[in-house]
């Protein structure tokens, strides 16, 4: 097996790099890469005033062609769950500061140009959204859904060093990456074809390691079919396999923790659960400009297990990364205090119907696609050509890729990926002879529109 | 003992917390905290329209305070190395965007809106710096030291999974966290009063623990009092101590990576000598309004132990963090581009220049003061009066405080800082009737003025 991986410059020239039996040729990928960059190479400024002004007008075109070429990309992209509609508004007066919340959120260090006090208001924000009292809150933000899944783990380690790690294959990649980091076996559990936890593999694998305690992380919208594990079966199944206590439990909840509470009927996440610790992404409903994101725990666990006191900060460090990005925390809180729970809400409603609207469009078209519930992430056949692929820049895995629907994305967006996707789809099939291609593995046969499996569905009909 | 650590109000009140045996209260921080960031409330937007205009005059006033206290505490910054001297320029047209570069910096993902070319020219300009040619490295713009310190000690781990980290005591906290984190036994290192390595204790530990490999981190610039570990000592001692190529150097240059390079007969940081990765702070020197760094490998190390292809991104993920912020490459890209090799030498000069100026405008009043060579971070007697720390921000470590002087700190600022520490010196010690406090065990008999040491060293002159 071998396939093409694209290497795309942005300045639209576009090479290709060989993926040899899923190992990349390292070196020949990175000149590849270096030769395509080769104009933004930093090189000195000259002697000469003159030549060193026009040195500087250059740079400032190529920011400017840059900045028009992230644009292009911004109004067409699908594939991730980035939501690229910002309003910095005046928190462009910030640019210019270097702002640093080293060490503790609730502990004043004595660096002075920090954000601490939105960072706090922010993380009482969240924790009021899963109910838990102030005074048994902690948290912070961090760089990104995975920072607060290291950390979250990380705080199951510490409270149960000889635990296991139980996540679902369809576990964001950050969560094996941390098993291994922290040297804690880890344990995948299958899953349906809508991407939720395999309850009674889940009990079966607990039941065959009940010595050590468990350290469960539970998707509340995986990465690539935003399908939401059930944490309340998850709680039962430990509670019947015998762990009573003996279990941790990190939310994941990067795409969809902030989606869930404003959903009717969805399944709640919440601290009045037996629950460690939930985080969230702060660039993907809330459109942050920087990877940023907000995880919530349990203050006595934290206290017990996590922390350190610094004296060069003067603070204690319970964080991942120590000195940490202060920017963020104003712009998460400038978002929240702006549009509120109520603007929250409206802003999820209209992208679960714009998903709905777009799931509905391509099944009319004769593509196979698939919506969870409560998900705004639209699962679908992988579009054969690797041109609409990047144009669109659909994350794709196996034989499926996706969209997910945030506010920045409109249906006129929507209508016009779909016509584009009907006419490369037609051209691609017919240059290609191929049939339509069978989805049922990764969406299930019920979903799958291929030849085979349509005609299934259809006869099971009548 | 106990002391008190003081928790400051952005807007000038001042609350007290105690740290009662080292151990902080934590719910009465928590609550003296929030209670002070009250202001910062995330309320919901009111329906009423009016109501609603006014509450975002509301927000923007205290916004535009909030900058005010901002540039105020940035005049009085003396103790953490940032560089506040920000000239963003054409990068403000950047900000409302969301750049991620998510995955590998050399591979393109399906993601568009990137800013991985600036990334790589970073990189580049980095690996001439220290002496690796292009096609041998690999590396990422980091959320910080901290994380380019766990990047490369994860790759020493995963190089020699039976290892242990060697650290001198004097290393900066993030390394005794990983060291926890993943699971990795840690020997700490003695120092010199000068905060350097003592190469004794390393070659006796090294001895007593032949049968494992050795990961060592070599600080280029410690945090409290700037001492650069004598690198070349180090291979040597790994080498008499047999252990050949049964060892990883990760270098720990947050600080001083980007000054060494620059100071007349200093030590060489380079690829030439068998390390594996150097790790630098980027809103240190060279002043981005958030924290991030570079980190630097041999690319043979990372495409053997770190590389895992993640479908999901179509791309590679080598790094800690996986969606990384894009703005950050940007910035270093912009400030190296702008000020070149010379102009990082000019302000590395001028920084050495004014430390030697501050260091000997204490020892005239009478202040104990350590200059390290090749450093900027000026050590001295810890102030006694609370409200000086604070309002200068200094960070102190038992009886030692120090100030790192950045290309924004001014022979001006340091006039000033100097003259009021002599006032609020002499008023706290003639209010407590205090001696001048002895920091020898800190910075050294020869360097401390304290009424016994000052004696002998006068003494053995005569």
Redesign the interface.
């Known amino acids: 097996m071998s396939h093409l ?4 410059n ?1 300045d639209q020239e576009v090479n290709s ?1 060989m ?1 040899v039996d ?3 040729n ?2 020949a ?3 590849a ?2 030769s ?2 080769n104009r ?6 000259p002697e000469d005033r003159q030549a060193d002004v026009e040195r500087q007008l250059c ?2 075109k190529l ?2 062609q ?2 028009q070429h ?2 292009d ?2 109004s ?2 699908l ?2 769950p ?3 509609e ?3 508004g ?11 919340n ?1 060490g503790d959120p ?3 260090s ?4 920090h ?4 960072e ?3 993380l ?2 969240f924790a009021r959204l899963w109910d838990l009292p ?2 048994q809150c902690w948290g912070y933000v961090t ?5 607060g899944n290291m950390h979250g783990l ?1 705080v199951g380690r510490e409270l149960f060093p000889e635990g296991i790690i139980y996540a679902s294959r369809d576990s964001h ?2 969560i094996f ?1 941390a098993a291994k ?3 804690v076996q880890c344990i995948k559990i299958d899953t349906y074809s809508t991407g939720e936890m395999h309850y009674a593999d889940f009990a079966s694998q607990l039941l065959q390691n009940t010595g050590r305690p468990a350290i469960v992380n539970v998707n509340i919208g995986t ?2 079919k935003g399908a939401i594990d059930d944490l309340d079966e998850i709680i039962r199944i430990l509670q019947d396999c015998g762990y009573e206590d003996k279990f941790y439990i990190h939310c994941d909840a990067a795409l969809a923790g902030l989606m869930m509470p404003f959903i009717k009927h969805a399944p709640r996440v919440t601290f009045k659960k037996p629950i460690g610790s939930i985080s969230v ?1 702060g ?1 993907k409903l809330m ?5 940023c994101g907000v995880t919530i725990n349990r ?1 006595k666990d934290v ?1 017990a297990v996590m ?8 603070s ?2 319970a964080t ?8 963020a925390p104003i712009f998460l ?2 978002t ?8 929250i809400c409206r802003e999820v409603e209209m992208c679960i119907k714009n998903a709905q609207y777009l799931t509905s469009r391509l099944k009319k078209i004769g593509v196979s696609a698939f919506l969870n519930k409560a998900s705004s992430t639209v699962v679908f056949e992988k579009p054969g050509d690797q041109a609409f ?2 144009k669109w ?6 034989s499926i890729a996706h969209v997910v629907v945030m506010p920045n994305v409109t249906t006129k967006m929507l209508r016009i990926f779909v016509q584009e996707l009907a006419e490369s789809r037609h051209a691609f099939l017919s240059r290609t002879e191929a049939n339509i291609p069978c989805v049922a593995m990764d969406i299930g046969q019920e979903n799958c529109l291929c030849s085979l499996h349509d005609v299934v569905v259809h006869h099971s009909r009548i």
Not at 40 to 45: R, S, T
Not at 110 to 113: D, E
Not at 393 to 398: K, S
């Open positions: 991986a694209m290497l795309e942005p790099v993926l899923g190992q990349l390292y070196v990928e990175k000149s890469t270096s395509v960059y933004y190479e930093i090189d000195e400024p740079t400032e920011l400017a840059y900045r992230l644009q990309k911004s067409h992209h594939g991730y980035f939501n690229l910002l309003n910095v005046p928190l462009q007066q910030f640019q210019n500061l270097h702002i640093n080293l609730f502990i004043e004595n660096y002075g140009v954000s601490r006090q939105f706090v208001a922010v009482d924000w102030k005074d760089n990104g859904g995975t920072e990380l990649y950050s990456k980091m922290y040297r990465t690539m992404s660039h459109g942050c400009p920087m990877p203050s206290t922390s350190t006191n610094i004296e060069y900060v003067a204690r460090d991942i990364t120590g000195s940490r990005n202060g920017h809180w400038y929240l205090k702006s549009i509120g729970y109520k603007g692929v990047r820049q659909l994350a794709c895995e196996r």
